[in-house]
């Protein structure tokens, strides 16, 4: 599967609801959505308490620990 730019959130959205297996495209688009988030953090400050949802943090944890363990 070819994720766009355009669709790292849908891709997030569609495996938090459970349309779609989380892998390692749905891991890789958190990803990519982390980083924006920081750059714009780095752009204005008043971006600095703009954080994801429960949901994301969750599924990010999940890759970190598959990863590590």
């Not at 495209?25 to 008043?46: C, I, N, P, W, Y």
Request: glycine fraction near 8%; hydrophobic fraction near 40%.
């Amino acid at each position: 599967m070819l994720v766009t730019e355009q669709n790292h959130f849908e891709l997030v959205k569609e495996s938090l609801c459970g349309r779609r297996e989380i892998d390692e495209h749905t891991f890789a688009s958190v990803e990519v959505l982390r980083e924006r988030m920081e750059r714009l953090k780095q752009l204005d400050k008043g971006f600095f308490g703009i954080g994801f949802s429960p949901f994301v943090r969750r599924l990010a944890r999940q890759h970190k620990e598959v990863a590590i363990g």
